[in-house]
């Protein structure tokens, strides 16, 4: 069995509207995390330390998949994903998987899809803002239950523009 410091994880940079993004993955090619420049919680470089091997050409499905999706091209990613979480975790990031494309939607109705009490959305707000796959899983998509842009780890300059980009920019 293998041991962590025997264990290889991979990354690159990207180059986006948004600014250079930082991809990891682990050895089956699994995407672990999605961050850009900034990010509140985003994985930096200077984070990965040893075990951490820069292959560009390990992310070119997740790249093409970016770059379509840049251009208005593409709408729904498909792409194997392994963010690290708790259970809760897991369970909010896959309910915003459902939220489309062009679509908003509120934390409350994000709870309520998990099947969360009321009293719980304050948890689920924490889970969509330590949301490790930025952009590939929608998180720009929720917002506040008045229509309001609240928080957004990338900063809420990058969830207007990605929100502009997908024409569902509340008013």
Not at 8 to 20: A, D, F, I, N, R
Not at 82 to 96: C, K, N, S
Not at 114 to 138: E, K, Q
Not at 150 to 166: D, S
């Amino acid at each position: 069995m293998s041991t962590p410091s025997e264990i290889t994880y991979y990354c690159t940079t990207v180059g986006s509207p948004l600014g250079e993004l930082l991809l990891t993955a682990d050895a089956d090619g699994a995407l672990t995390s999605l961050s850009v420049p900034g990010q509140k919680g985003g994985r930096t470089v200077r984070d990965l330390g040893d075990g951490w091997v820069r292959e560009p050409a390990r992310f070119g499905e997740v790249t093409r998949q970016l770059d379509a999706y840049f251009a208005g091209e593409l709408k729904e990613f498909d792409l194997k994903l392994r963010p690290a979480g708790t259970e809760f975790r897991r369970r909010v990031w896959d309910a915003l998987d459902g939220v489309p494309y062009g679509v908003t939607t509120s934390y409350g109705a994000v709870a309520a899809r998990i099947g969360a009490s009321r009293a719980a959305v304050r948890a689920v707000g924490g889970a969509i803002g330590a949301n490790p796959l930025l952009i590939v899983r929608p998180c720009h998509r929720v917002i506040g239950a008045d229509g309001a842009l609240t928080g957004y780890a990338g900063g809420l300059e990058r969830k207007v523009r990605l929100l502009t980009l997908e024409g569902s920019l509340p008013h």
